[in-house]
C-alpha cells in the first residue's frame, strides 16, 4: 500500500531564507506527484505537477524535484516571504487511472518577519 | 468561471440525520473526487468518478454514498451521520491532458473550498 510521509510537521524561519520541504513515498511506481499549498480555513490550490518521467519543476521562487526510485520528492522555496505561510501538501498519483491521488499529511510552514 | 464550488460551507447534524453535499465544476472536467480532512490525517479519498455515469470507491467510503448527477456535479451523501464523520470535506476536479512528444499526461487537480461537517 502506498504511503506518504512528510517530515518535518511544521517549520518556522526567517524571512529571506531559502528552505527545503520534504515528501517520502513507499513504492515508486507512480504516476505524477503534485505539491499543494492550503492557507488556513481553505481549500488546497496546486503549486507543481512532476510527471513520473520528469525529474524536476520550476514555477516562481518554487522548484519541485523528484527521485522516483529513492521515492523522494523535495519543494524547494527560495527567498521565503510571510506570505508563504501556509501548510503544503505532497500527493502522489499511484496509477494512470482516474487521477487518484494519495497525500501526505503535510508541513505547516510560518515564514516570520 | 467559478472553478469549483461546493455547499453548505458549513454544517452541524445530529447522529443518525442525514444529508447531502453538493459540488459543482464549471471547468468541463471528467473526473470529480470527493475527499475527507481530518487532523493528521491528511486527506483520504472517499469516492471519485472518473467520467459522467462512473463512480468508484476510495480509500474510506464506508458511510457514504455518492451521485454523479452530471458532467458538472458531485454529490455526497451521508444516509446516518456518525460523529466519526466529522470532518472537512473538500471536492475536487481534473482533466488529464496528453501533451507533449513523449506523450506525458497533466492532471492537475483543482479543489473546493470545502464543507464543515459536525455531527454531534
Known amino acids: 500500500k502506498q504511503e506518504v510521509t512528510q517530515i518535518p510537521a511544521a517549520l518556522s524561519v526567517p524571512e529571506g531564507e531559502n528552505l527545503v520541504l520534504n515528501c517520502s513515498f513507499t513504492?515508486?511506481?507512480?504516476?505524477?506527484l503534485q505539491w499543494f499549498r492550503q492557507d488556513p480555513g481553505k481549500g488546497l490550490t496546486s503549486l507543481l505537477l512532476?510527471?513520473?518521467?520528469?525529474r524536476e519543476q520550476t514555477s516562481g521562487r518554487l522548484n519541485a524535484s523528484l527521485d522516483k526510485s529513492s521515492g523522494r520528492s523535495t519543494l524547494y522555496i527560495a527567498a521565503s516571504q510571510p506570505g508563504d505561510s501556509a501548510t503544503y501538501l505532497c500527493?502522489?498519483?499511484?496509477?494512470?487511472?482516474?487521477?487518484?491521488?494519495?497525500f501526505g499529511q503535510g508541513t505547516e510552514l510560518s515564514v516570520k518577519p | 468561471n467559478a472553478g469549483v464550488t461546493q455547499t453548505p460551507k458549513f454544517q452541524v447534524l445530529k447522529t443518525g440525520q442525514s444529508m447531502t453535499l453538493q459540488c459543482a465544476q464549471d471547468?468541463?472536467?471528467?473526473?470529480m473526487y470527493w475527499y475527507r480532512q481530518d487532523p493528521g490525517m491528511g486527506l483520504r479519498l472517499i469516492y471519485y468518478?472518473?467520467?459522467?455515469?462512473?463512480?468508484d470507491k476510495g480509500e474510506v467510503p464506508n458511510g457514504y454514498n455518492v451521485s454523479r448527477l452530471n458532467k458538472r456535479e458531485f454529490s455526497l451523501r451521508l444516509e446516518s451521520a456518525a460523529p466519526s464523520q466529522t470532518s472537512v470535506y473538500f471536492c475536487?476536479?481534473?482533466?488529464?491532458?496528453?501533451?507533449?512528444?513523449?506523450?506525458?499526461?497533466?492532471?492537475?487537480?483543482?479543489f473546493g473550498p470545502g464543507t464543515r461537517l459536525t455531527v454531534l
Open positions: 471547468m468541463n472536467h471528467n473526473s
Open positions: 512532476i510527471q513520473s518521467s520528469q
Open positions: 500527493a502522489v498519483g499511484p496509477d494512470n487511472q482516474g487521477g487518484k491521488l494519495i
Open positions: 475536487a476536479s481534473s482533466e488529464a491532458i496528453l501533451s507533449g512528444r513523449a506523450g506525458s499526461w497533466t492532471d492537475t487537480q483543482y
Open positions: 468518478s472518473a467520467s459522467e455515469g462512473t463512480t
Open positions: 513504492d515508486s511506481a507512480i504516476y505524477n
